[in-house]
């Protein structure tokens, strides 16, 4: 049987009787640190579910560091009735003392169901910018960001946003983009 060591969300309860369901052996653990056993990959919904927790600064921790901290937030995209937490959006604040310094990017996140094996596949809305990473309809290419971002299944959507992020700092990417600012991804 499957035990849960936190529930203190409707989707932790959520999560719990979809693997309560499943055959899954007794040294499985559920905590907001994703904690499992140790030969086994975290499921998906509870990785997930952990990045919930830390994107709302539950128990005090987030995913975003260092000089990224106040500057991107991020989180599951409430207008959606979704309780596997593929739709999630947020805004990454422009680099202070660049151009671009005062600009909100919106943003919004899909996890597929094959996450975090595949990246999350971010999509800005606005305004836009001139980022090589970024193609015509706001798609983001994480492969093409300088330096060049590997995706591995131990990162999480912090991870991808803080690498976005130092792209945004770069003085090409704020000069090119600021002339972009009135202008929105379709």
Request: charged fraction near 20%; charge should be negative.
């Amino acid at each position: 049987s499957l035990t849960i060591t936190h529930t203190s969300t409707q989707a932790d309860l959520h999560l719990y009787r979809f693997y309560a369901r499943l055959d899954l052996p007794s040294n499985h653990y559920y905590t907001p640190h994703m904690a499992v056993s140790n030969d086994v990959p975290l499921p998906r919904n509870f990785k997930l579910l952990a990045e919930f927790d830390a994107a709302i600064g539950k128990q005090g921790e987030s995913n975003i560091k260092g000089e990224h901290i106040g500057w991107i937030q991020y989180g599951a995209d409430d207008s959606k009735d979704d309780p596997y937490l593929h739709h999630w959006q947020g805004m990454i604040f422009g680099p202070q003392g660049k151009q671009t310094g005062e600009l909100m990017y919106m943003f919004t996140v899909y996890c597929s169901d094959n996450y975090p094996s595949d990246p999350p596949k971010i999509k800005f809305q606005g305004p836009k910018m001139a980022m090589k990473a970024v193609d015509a309809q706001g798609n983001v290419d994480l492969t093409k960001l300088v330096p060049p971002y590997k995706w591995n299944v131990n990162q999480n959507i912090a991870d991808a946003l803080m690498a976005i992020r130092t792209n945004m700092c770069d003085s090409t990417v704020a000069n090119q983009s600021y002339p972009l600012r009135n202008q929105n991804y379709s």
